[in-house]
């Protein structure tokens, strides 16, 4: 998430109840608020961020819940990674180019045994 100075709002011991009573979401990084976003427009109920929802300072809370990671990701709608930023501030949608070259990104669909390939719109930039 970038250098300490730019880390995103964690849970540690001395915030665990305050924030088992409620994370404002204008407190939130910029890329938390946009995860906020797009999980509200999608109208689904839940968010894993996982420096709010793992205690980063207690020595048990990490080996409880990080094995539990893998099953969370497995089983979400959707997975959010704003892997184009250089710290939790910049949000996930940052202004790119879109790549010069045809790609196709492979889907299947529950019960769908062939699935098919989507083309990433390559004609236009890309920005929020």
């Known amino acids: 998430w970038g250098p300490p100075a730019k880390g995103p709002l964690r849970t540690t011991k001395a915030t665990l109840q305050q924030h088992l009573a409620g994370v404002s979401v204008s ?47 497995s089983r979400a709608h959707l997975v959010i990674a704003a892997s184009g930023a250089r ?7 940052l202004e790119r180019v879109a790549p010069s070259s045809s ?8 019960g769908d045994r062939d699935g098919g390939h989507v083309p ?9």
Do not use: H
């Open 27 to 73: 407190s939130l990084p910029k890329t938390f608020r946009d995860a906020v976003a797009i999980t509200r427009s999608m109208e689904l109920c839940y968010l894993w961020v996982d420096s709010l929802c793992i205690v980063q300072d207690n020595k048990d809370d990490w080996p409880t819940e990080a094995p539990r990671m893998g099953s969370l990701y």
């Open 103 to 110: 790609i196709e990104i492979p889907y299947k669909r529950e």
């Open 87 to 93: 710290d939790s501030s910049e949000g996930c949608f």
């Open 120 to 128: 990433p719109c390559t004609k236009r930039r890309y920005s929020r």
